[in-house]
């Protein structure tokens, strides 16, 4: 029975034929368990005897068959390790990670500073209506910015709706849905007839700020706008106001920053130029102004309590001075490394 047990394990190669030929040697119907049950029939005296043999019999077969089994788990393992192998040399496809466009996260920035002062952010639609890009921020019908050359109008002319110019309708926008006391802040895209080079993209984006309560004028402005110069470019870092004209601030003015980096020192200085204000110190940077009552009124506001300050800077301008960006279509072509470079992945 061991003989024919050793035989038939050594004969298994894998572990399914083993459990049959297990099941058939050392199984409850196998001949060494049909023998071992036998002894209890045998007269006292041959007990002992064939107990001992069958005893060793099946220690022998259970032997051979733990042996046979260690022997075929390991080459099943073997060629399961070989079959599930991950070949690590091979080339992967890696996924790139996405970053923020440079432009959303000076957004970010901007919008950052104002909400940690209360101010709120306001949007509007790009698709916008003429009375609120124009009319109702004081434009005459005959101003020149409503001409054909530089505003996309929307078909049909009779809905008068065009991409608006500016983000200046989110004034009048919020001042008609949110009332006063009003802080907001608006960053959105505007949209020009304008070619599209190196200085120039008929979509860029502008961030409009708009305060109205009572008792705030210029000096409430240049606070503001000192703030937001300092928070973004460091401490002592100052805007200027040169006066200007927009119909719906009065007075109006250009706002310039200090230029961050020379604080002003390369002017007049040719052995220390400065790349990033042109050596002029200065760095015009949107426009700004005292709220024309005209609009206030036009959103059904008492201007005799009410009065606001308002601003709106050039943001694709912002990226590129403060980052030496000089080509303007890198903005929209949508290279990841453009966008890497300028803000880091975002990892
Ligand atoms: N909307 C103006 C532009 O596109 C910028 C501007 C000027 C916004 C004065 C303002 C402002 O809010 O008060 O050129």
């Given at each position: 029975m061991v003989a024919e047990a050793v035989r038939a394990f050594g ?7 083993l459990r049959v030929a297990k099941g058939e040697h050392a199984g409850e119907n196998s001949p060494i368990a049909l023998a071992n049950r036998g002894i209890g029939k045998m007269a006292p005296q041959e007990r002992k005897v064939a107990g001992a043999e069958i005893g060793a019999a099946r220690a022998a077969i259970n032997a051979a068959l733990a042996t046979r089994v260690a ?277």
């Amino acid at each position: 029975m061991v003989a024919e047990a050793v035989r038939a394990f050594g004969a298994a190669t894998t572990t399914e034929e083993l459990r049959v030929a297990k099941g058939e040697h050392a199984g409850e119907n196998s001949p060494i368990a049909l023998a071992n049950r036998g002894i209890g029939k045998m007269a006292p005296q041959e007990r002992k005897v064939a107990g001992a043999e069958i005893g060793a019999a099946r220690a022998a077969i259970n032997a051979a068959l733990a042996t046979r089994v260690a022997e075929l788990e390991a080459v099943e393992l073997q060629a399961r390790l070989k079959d599930e192998a991950v070949d690590m040399t091979l080339p992967v496809v890696l996924q790139p990670q996405g970053a923020l466009h440079p432009i959303t996260a000076l957004f970010h920035e901007m919008s950052d500073v104002f909400v940690a002062m209360g101010w709120e952010i306001e949007e509007g639609p790009e698709a916008e209506a003429e009375w609120l890009n124009f009319d109702s921020l004081n434009f005459t019908p005959d101003h020149p910015a409503r001409f054909l050359s530089d505003t996309l109008f929307l078909d049909p002319p009779e809905d008068h709706k065009l991409m608006r110019t500016q983000t200046s309708p989110v004034q009048m926008r919020s001042l008609l849905t949110r009332g006063v006391p009003l802080y907001i802040v608006s960053p959105g895209k505007v949209y020009r007839a304008d070619e599209y080079d190196a200085t120039h993209l008929p979509v860029f984006h502008q961030l409009e700020g708009l305060a109205v309560d009572k008792g705030l004028g210029m000096a409430d402005l240049k606070g503001t706008l000192d703030h937001l110069a300092q928070a973004m470019f460091g401490a002592g870092v100052n805007t200027r106001l040169r006066p200007h004209y927009f119909p719906f601030t009065e007075p109006s003015a250009e706002m310039d920053l200090e230029c961050f980096v020379c604080h002003g020192e390369s002017v007049g200085n040719p052995e220390r130029p400065c790349r990033t204000c042109k050596s002029e110190g200065w760095i015009e940077w949107g426009g700004c102004g005292v709220v024309n009552p005209r609009v206030l009124a036009a959103a059904g506001i008492d201007t005799d309590i009410y009065s606001g300050f308002a601003f709106g800077m050039g943001v694709d301008r912002t990226v590129m001075f403060r980052n030496d960006a000089s080509d303007l279509r890198d903005f929209a072509e949508g290279d990841i490394r453009f966008a890497r470079q300028l803000v880091g992945g975002a990892r």
